[in-house]
């Protein structure tokens, strides 16, 4: 047993103890550094392999779910399902994968925080699980446990997931997004919320799209990257942080080949393979060694040899070109997956060596990798069987 404290209490405790010891309340977990993790485990920090899948092709992590692309069209997921977002038709969690329904010729995937899209092979996307802002984009409100249809898109060729948006890249470079638009992050000038899909101003040259909790971007042909939605903490990275509803340019940024967005803070992987984040820093997830926000990109320290990056709520991971991860920022639940737990906290990247990926996909505070023969393995927290081991 390993008593964890939540790593905010443990500053006020250090500054406040007599305040910390009414109002922090430790829990107990039991955290496994070894093979003994098992199903009841609240948390493993080694890597677990995911039952029953041994050619996935694709892996897209949401708030306490997984879902994985299996070769030949089908998706799997596992985890949280209490608003459906596993996609078989029912509202419970699965510490297995179980198959989602009615989805056999998907392309794509990706989880936004409890609901999660798939691109299919004829470029329409199909999105199931909460529905509460309309992030499903079939018109209505109500969460579907089983895939619904996006209204009126026909040339997608990614989806990205926020908590209670969406975004789509189309096949003419164009974004459309759906869901709450109450920060801007439907990108279309308001700052309202739409249950079908918007078209995002001003962007014709995107090549990828992804979405945090209340911001979206986009990598652009020419290497650079607009954001939209909710500014604060600087998650947008022009330079302040007032919220936008139309895209703003992210400073000092020519040269990026891929971006992914965390809870409220993005990374870009440059084209000399390096790492820079924005936003949201006061776990050190912007990997700079610092513990602060910042609302221009910063380098990550260290890193020279990234191909992907995943943002989770409050830490990243960097995929190397040898197959290894480098993460950073709150590693409390095991989420960097080298056999450290309890309070971990890192404003500079940690290498996990044990481990040999093709990619890595975050939820919020858990990891999973893809490795090269279709086989998966996660790490983290495991309150909901979102590692997928049993």
Avoid at 187 to 212: D, E, K, L, Q, R
Wanted: aromatic content about 6%.
């Amino acid at each position: 047993m390993l008593i964890k404290i939540n790593p905010l209490c443990l500053l006020v405790l250090l500054s406040f103890p007599l305040i910390s010891l009414i109002s922090c309340r430790s829990t107990k977990e039991e955290v496994a550094t070894d093979s003994t993790c098992s199903e009841s485990y609240s948390s493993c920090s080694s890597p677990v392999s995911v039952t029953g899948i041994s050619n996935a092709t694709a892996i897209s992590g949401g708030r306490d779910h997984m879902c994985s692309l299996i070769s030949g069209g089908t998706v799997k997921c596992w985890g949280d399902n209490y608003q459906g977002q596993l996609g078989n038709g029912s509202t419970t969690d699965s510490s297995s994968p179980v198959s989602v329904s009615n989805i056999s010729t998907a392309t794509g995937i990706n989880a936004g925080e409890d609901h999660t899209c798939a691109v299919l092979s004829d470029k329409t996307v199909q999105c199931w699980g909460d529905n509460n802002q309309g992030q499903l984009g079939n018109g209505s409100s109500t969460d579907s446990s089983s895939p619904v249809s996006v209204s009126n898109i026909s040339t997608a060729t990614a989806v990205t997931g926020g908590w209670y948006h969406t975004c789509a890249l189309l096949d003419n470079n164009t974004v459309q997004c759906w869901g709450s638009g109450v920060y801007g992050q439907l990108g279309n000038g308001y700052g309202s919320s739409s249950s079908s899909p918007v078209t995002v101003a001003n962007i014709t040259t995107a090549t990828a799209v992804t979405t945090g909790d209340y911001h979206s971007c986009a990598l652009l042909d020419n290497n650079t990257i607009q954001c939209w939605g909710k500014g604060s903490s600087g998650r947008l990275g022009n330079g302040s942080t007032a919220d936008s509803y139309t895209p703003v340019t992210v400073s000092g940024i020519s040269t990026a080949s891929t971006i992914d967005a965390g809870e409220d803070h993005t990374c870009a992987v440059l084209s000399d393979n390096t790492v820079q984040c924005w936003g949201y820093g006061l776990y050190g997830n912007l990997g700079n060694g610092s513990y602060s926000n910042s609302n221009i990109p910063v380098t990550v320290s260290n890193i020279s040899t990234a191909t992907a990056v995943a943002g989770g709520e409050d830490f990243n991971c960097a995929l190397l070109s040898d197959g290894t991860i480098s993460c950073w920022g709150n590693g409390s639940y095991g989420s960097f997956g080298n056999g450290n737990s309890g309070t971990v906290l890192t404003n500079a990247p940690v290498i996990n060596s044990s481990v040999n990926a093709s990619s890595v996909a975050a939820g919020d505070d858990f990891t999973c990798i893809l490795e090269s023969g279709g086989t998966i393995k996660c790490f983290g927290d495991n309150d909901n069987g979102q590692l997928g081991g049993w």
